[in-house]
């Protein structure tokens, strides 16, 4: 976890962590911001190469 940030989501504003996931020996770097307030739905995912943005992935639908 590196901070903790409040987001516009599919649920409207929500408290989210962000979690960052780095792999040894690999290029590849991924942010993803999981819902406090939604059982910890992760609603945005980031992924970088060599610290160049790549994409972004955003929840925009969800089924209980």
């Known amino acids: 976890i590196i901070r903790k940030e409040t987001i ?5 504003t929500t ?3 962000v979690v960052s996931k780095n792999i040894n020996e690999s290029k590849r ?3 993803t911001w999981y819902s406090i307030n939604n059982d910890y739905i992760p609603v945005v995912v980031e992924q970088y190469r060599i610290n160049e943005h790549k994409f972004t992935a955003t929840l925009i639908e969800f089924q209980d």
């Open 8 to 12: 516009s989501t599919i649920f409207g």
């Open 15 to 17: 408290e989210s962590i």
């Open 29 to 31: 770097s991924t942010l």
